[in-house]
């Protein structure tokens, strides 16, 4: 079977891939842009685009929205990650961080599948943001996050060891239980 993955993100489809194919679950990546609204938790960023898509495509799809939320600046860039990566980018970040000890920060996952009707799955990973860019590998802000108990960050590991460990891996495997459960 074939299930839909909305995202512009091909690091999200390779870590999605990971977790649904030993389930016999191709992901099709299809990028189609959609209204990312102004609100307070991703929970209700992604409700509003699976609603929203499924008034205009057809069959099963899921999205996923993520975030950064940093202690020492109040849970910024949270919901607003997206923006913030593309803007002041990952030295940016770290130069917000300069003068702060308190390193803490988490990561944030929901993923939204549409069946007929919405499907949420929530995941998180805690852990500091470095102090220096490393690694290649991964997407987005992983080169400055290392998850609690890990000396490498998120671009330093392979998509399995970061899915082992990840908000979007604890996410992706709530779905696949559910999906175990409930796909005829
Ligand atoms: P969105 O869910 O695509 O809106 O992503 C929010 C922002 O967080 C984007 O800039 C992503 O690159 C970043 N992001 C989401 N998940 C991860 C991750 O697993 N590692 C690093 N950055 C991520």
Same mark, same amino acid.
């Given at each position: 079977m074939e299930i839909t993955f909305i995202t512009s993100n091909a690091g999200k489809v390779r870590e999605a891939a990971n977790y649904l194919e030993p389930l016999g679950v191709r992901v099709v990546q299809r990028h189609v842009p959609y209204p990312e609204i102004q609100a307070?938790?991703? *929970?209700?960023?992604?409700?509003?685009?699976? *609603?929203?898509?499924?008034r205009r495509i057809d069959g099963n799809f899921f999205i996923e929205d993520s975030g950064l939320f940093i202690n020492a600046l109040s849970g910024f860039p949270g919901v607003y990650s997206a923006y913030v990566y593309r803007t002041v980018g990952l030295k940016?970040?770290?130069?917000?961080?300069?003068?702060?000890?308190?390193?803490?920060?988490?990561?944030?996952?929901?993923?939204?599948?549409?069946?007929?009707?919405?499907?949420?799955?929530?995941?998180?990973?805690?852990? *500091?943001?470095?102090?220096?860019?490393r690694g290649s590998g991964g997407f987005g802000f992983d080169p400055i996050f290392k998850p609690e108990g890990f000396s490498?960050?998120?671009?330093?590991?392979?998509? *399995?060891?970061?899915?082992?460990?990840?908000?979007?891996?604890?996410?992706?495997?709530?779905?696949?239980?559910?999906l175990k459960e409930n796909l005829k």
């Amino acid at each position: 079977m074939e299930i839909t993955f909305i995202t512009s993100n091909a690091g999200k489809v390779r870590e999605a891939a990971n977790y649904l194919e030993p389930l016999g679950v191709r992901v099709v990546q299809r990028h189609v842009p959609y209204p990312e609204i102004q609100a307070d938790t991703l *929970e209700e960023v992604a409700r509003y685009g699976v *609603e929203w898509l499924s008034r205009r495509i057809d069959g099963n799809f899921f999205i996923e929205d993520s975030g950064l939320f940093i202690n020492a600046l109040s849970g910024f860039p949270g919901v607003y990650s997206a923006y913030v990566y593309r803007t002041v980018g990952l030295k940016g970040v770290l130069k917000l961080m300069e003068d702060s000890d308190d390193r803490r920060a988490s990561f944030r996952s929901v993923i939204a599948y549409w069946d007929g009707e919405p499907h949420v799955f929530k995941g998180e990973v805690r852990g *500091e943001i470095t102090r220096e860019l490393r690694g290649s590998g991964g997407f987005g802000f992983d080169p400055i996050f290392k998850p609690e108990g890990f000396s490498k960050t998120f671009a330093e590991m392979s998509v *399995e060891e970061k899915n082992r460990v990840s908000h979007r891996g604890a996410a992706l495997r709530l779905f696949c239980r559910w999906l175990k459960e409930n796909l005829k």
